[in-house]
T-cell receptor, first 115, second 113 residues
Framework: KAGVTQTPRYLIKTRGQQVTLSCSPI?????VSWYQQTPGQGLQFLFE???????NKGNFPGRFSGRQFSNSRSEMNVSTLELGDSALYLC??????????????FGQGTRLTVV | AQSVTQLDSQVPVFEEAPVELRCNYS??????LFWYVQYPNQGLQLLLK??????LVKGINGFEAEFNKSQTSFHLRKPSVHISDTAEYFC???????????FGTGTSLTVIP
């Protein structure tokens, strides 16, 4: 079956602009989480959605937001981009929440460059 | 709160030699432990996980890890590495409340021919 699909793979934006990244989870998966990966800070949790509801949120400013649709696809949005937002953004999906043996499958990521 | 420490940022090793990548965690509650691998310009791929049961966990590509509760460690091992094992390796923990993973800073494994 198809894996986690993130679009676009690469993106270049200018400071002050906003950007929307998309994540399509594996068919049947209802939980989607987002991570930011940078050389300096490593992998940091952004937020998690389950059944269209945000369950957890990491320590990021309000410029970072997300949502999940009824088909479990998720988008994240970053407004008023800053140079420091340049990163690889990874999406992970899993079948359910709170169950043993739940495995998170990661997409290939979206590489965002802010200039 | 949970945190993960990967003690080695870079590990060079010769092909066919054994390797151990170290991971220590701290948590006030029970956690579940994972090792992921990341190849250049790729996402994360699960190598193995510890949820419960036997403390020795076997994963893909010949990797294994041992959960040591008293030492709060989850070190990754492979008896004989291959060139194709060159990648970044991440140790992670999560509680059973969702997909909020706490990752270590990663260990870059370079296999030398």
């Amino acid at each position: 079956k198809a894996g986690v699909t993130q679009t676009p793979r690469y993106l270049i934006k200018t400071r002050g602009q906003q950007v929307t990244l998309s994540c399509s989870p594996i068919s049947g998966h209802r939980s989607v989480s987002w991570y930011q990966q940078t050389p300096g800070q490593g992998l940091q949790f952004l937020f998690e959605y389950f059944s269209e509801t945000q369950r957890n949120k990491g320590n990021f400013p309000g410029r970072f937001s997300g949502r999940q649709f009824s088909n479990s696809r998720s988008e994240m949005n970053v407004s008023t981009l800053e140079l420091g937002d340049s990163a690889l953004y990874l999406c992970a999906s899993s079948l359910a929440v709170g169950q043993l043996n739940t495995e998170a499958f990661f997409g290939q990521g979206t590489r965002l460059t802010v200039v | 709160a949970q945190s993960v420490t990967q003690l080695d940022s870079q590990v060079p090793v010769f092909e066919e030699a054994p390797v151990e990548l170290r991971c220590n965690y701290s948590s006030s509650v029970s956690v579940y432990l994972f090792w992921y691998v990341q190849y250049p310009n790729q996402g994360l791929q699960l190598l193995l996980k510890y949820l419960s049961g036997s403390t020795l966990v076997k994963g893909i590509n010949g990797f294994e890890a041992e959960f040591n509760k008293s030492q709060t460690s989850f070190h990754l091992r492979k008896p004989s590495v291959h060139i194709s094992d060159t990648a970044e390796y991440f140790c992670a923990v999560t509680r059973n409340t969702g997909n909020q993973f706490y990752f270590g800073t990663g260990t870059s494994l370079t296999v030398i021919p």
